[in-house]
Nanobody
Framework: QVRMVESGGGSVQAGGSLRLSCTAS????????MAWYRQIPGKQREMVAL???????NYDDSVQGRFTISREKVRSTFYLQMNSLKPEDSGVYYC?????????WGQGTQVTVSS
C-alpha cells in the first residue's frame, strides 16, 4: 500500500523558517508531479508549490521568493523549505504525489506562525 509520510511542521515566530518533508512508502516507482498544498479552516485546499519530474517548479504568488520546493533524485522524497514565514502562512500543509498509476496525499502537518 502506497503511503505519503510527512514531517517537519511546527510552531515558529514570524520571520522564522521550517522545512517540510514528504516520503512515499510502499513503492519504488517515481512520481511525475510532487506538490505541497495548504488548507486553513473554512477555505479550500490551495496549491503552494509544485515540482515536476523534469525539474520545473511553480509557486503560488504568496510564497514566491520565500519558499523552495526540491526533490531527491533517487527516492520519492521531496521538501518544502519555508523562509521568512508570515502569520498568513499558517495552516495544515499536505503533500501530494501524482503519477499515471496513482494520486496520493499525505496526512497533513500543522504549521503555525505567530506574530
Amino acid at each position: 500500500q502506497v503511503r505519503m509520510v510527512e514531517s517537519g511542521g511546527g510552531s515558529v515566530q514570524a520571520g522564522g523558517s521550517l522545512r517540510l518533508s514528504c516520503t512515499a512508502s510502499g513503492t519504488t516507482l517515481r512520481f511525475n508531479i510532487m506538490a505541497w498544498y495548504r488548507q486553513i479552516p473554512g477555505k479550500q485546499r490551495e496549491m503552494v508549490a509544485l515540482i515536476r519530474d523534469g525539474g520545473t517548479v511553480n509557486y503560488d504568488d504568496s510564497v514566491q521568493g520565500r519558499f523552495t520546493i526540491s526533490r531527491e533524485k533517487v527516492r520519492s522524497t521531496f521538501y518544502l523549505q519555508m523562509n521568512s514565514l508570515k502569520p498568513e502562512d499558517s495552516g495544515v500543509y499536505y503533500c501530494r504525489q501524482t503519477a499515471t498509476w496513482g494520486d496520493y496525499w499525505g496526512q497533513g502537518t500543522q504549521v503555525t506562525v505567530s506574530s
